[in-house]
């Protein structure tokens, strides 16, 4: 939502070229409806510097899509570490696998299919980042979820939180009313501090107490 010339000022002063992620992007306008899903280069980038300055080695991604954030994700967790991605569409499972290949992260990356809702209880790990980009209609869930499964001083961090502009604009969108419930509930929740940045399409930070 920034204007083009301030974005692209942020971009040429910030370290995201990256070839392998740039195949990834191809890759994705060139096999999918929707490629604004994937995360982008300066929001992938931050993903990564998360995950590294908390030397995360227990990491859970809501929401795969084609793996982009996924990559950026497992380039920053910790030796001998892992990422669980769960997405409910198997459609992309093949373009996954074939971008982890080409990041080279796919020894630490566990890809896996069906509602998130059901295989998260079903997990043992305590998570030290817990990143949120799926079905928006169960952000609420979603954090319901992991919230007691995160260690303390561990992160969440949750994207579209501003749903192009939407939870202000057009508060009776579907979808905006469930992202402004969750804002509240996240501002409202006394287990952790949250900050919202206007990174892309908006990126809330939350740290377990």
């Not at 497992?74 to 093949?94: H, M, Q, Y």
């Not at 299919?113 to 997990?123: E, S, V």
């Not at 992202?179 to 740290?207: C, F, H, Q, T």
Request: hydrophobic residues 40%; proline residues 3%; negative net charge.
């Amino acid at each position: 939502m920034l204007a083009p010339e301030i974005q692209k000022y942020l971009d040429d002063h910030s370290n995201i070229e990256d070839a392998e992620l740039q195949e990834v992007e191809r890759n994705t306008h060139l096999h999918t409806i929707a490629p604004q899903m994937l995360s982008g280069s300066m929001q992938g980038r931050f993903l990564t510097m998360m995950t590294s300055l908390i030397r995360a080695k227990n990491v859970l991604e809501i929401g795969t899509f084609t793996g982009y954030g996924s990559i950026c994700l497992a380039r920053g967790i910790e030796r001998g570490g892992k990422l669980v991605t769960i997405d409910v569409n198997p459609e992309f499972s093949f373009l996954v696998r074939k971008h982890l290949e080409i990041a080279g992260v796919e020894d630490r990356v566990e890809p896996l299919i069906g509602d998130a809702l059901k295989i998260i209880p079903a997990r043992k790990e305590i998570w030290d980042l817990v990143y949120i980009d799926a079905n928006k209609q169960e952000y609420v869930e979603y954090y319901n979820a992991i919230i007691d499964r995160v260690r303390a001083g561990g992160l969440i961090l949750t994207d579209n939180v501003l749903w192009s502009g939407k939870v202000v604009n057009e508060p009776d969108d579907a979808d905006a009313k469930v992202i402004n419930r969750y804002n509240k509930m996240l501002v409202e929740d006394d287990r952790v501090d949250v900050i919202m940045l206007p990174i892309r399409d908006g990126l809330s930070v939350a740290r377990k107490k």
